[in-house]
């Protein structure tokens, strides 16, 4: 079964510095979905950047980009100029297929923005 | 554009009383949707999805269950609530663009006392 990890917690960013969020999977498909998801304390999820595994090339989206090492099953999220309203739960996800209707979620990072 | 809503924001209910939670999604046909439950300070827990009016995929058996009467349409139920069926529900949907991803809808957070 697909399981996916974050292993930091919390983490904390002081305001317009850089932080990297940490996300592993294991999985045994080679067609699958990896995305990040912004939780606020309005506790809305909010989809924060996507990347298929296909593609080689980082997404990027203004100030979030990834760090997707296929080999290692590695998916990191850095945000750069970070911002107060960055300050959330942050969740890594992972989905197998273009159909597949089961997304696996990890425990979440807290991140904490500090002025 | 694509809007998802869930009713009620808030819900206090006793332990064996029944539940209905409802979620819409306005803008699309054809969504696939979602129920997750999410416990607090976890992650999100899969509890059944819909790729169409009254078909519904149950990932963890439980003391729920979900019904699509419409294509916009999806119930979270429960006959008789347990004090582990507290929690935050987030109710999600996807389109045919499946790559896109899923989008949430603001929640609804149930107390069972």
């Known amino acids: 079964a697909q399981t996916v990890t974050q292993s930091q917690p919390e983490m904390s960013v002081q305001e317009a510095e850089t932080v990297t969020l940490s996300c592993t999977y294991d999985?045994?498909?080679?067609?699958?979905?990896l995305f990040w998801y912004k939780q606020p304390p309005s506790r809305q999820m909010i989809l924060v950047i996507r990347?298929?595994?296909?593609?080689?090339q980082n997404a990027t989206e203004n100030r979030f980009s990834v760090n997707f090492q296929k080999a290692a099953k590695s998916f990191s999220l850095k945000i750069s100029d970070s911002q107060l309203g960055d300050a959330a739960m942050y969740f890594c996800?992972?989905?197998?297929?273009?159909?597949?209707?089961?997304?696996?979620f990890g425990a979440g990072t807290r991140l904490t923005v500090k002025p | 554009s694509q809007t998802i809503h869930q009713w009620p924001a808030t819900l206090v209910q006793p332990v064996g009383s029944p539940l209905s939670l409802e979620c819409t999604v306005e803008g699309t046909s054809n969504p696939n949707l979602y129920w997750y439950r999410q416990a607090a300070g976890r992650g999100l827990q899969l509890l059944f999805y819909s790729v169409g009016i009254g078909q519904i995929s149950s990932e963890v058996p439980q003391n729920l269950s979900a019904s699509r009467p419409q294509d916009r349409q999806f119930i979270l139920s429960s006959k008789k609530l347990l004090l582990s069926d507290s929690g935050f529900y987030l109710c999600?949907?996807?389109?045919?663009?499946?790559?896109?991803?899923?989008?949430f809808g603001p929640g609804t957070r149930l107390t069972v006392l």
């Open positions: 999600a949907w996807r389109g045919l663009a499946g790559g896109r991803g899923q989008f």
């Open positions: 996800a992972y989905r197998s297929g273009f159909y597949n209707n089961d997304m696996r």
């Open positions: 990347q298929e595994a296909y593609k080689q």
């Open positions: 999985t045994s498909e080679s067609d699958y979905y």
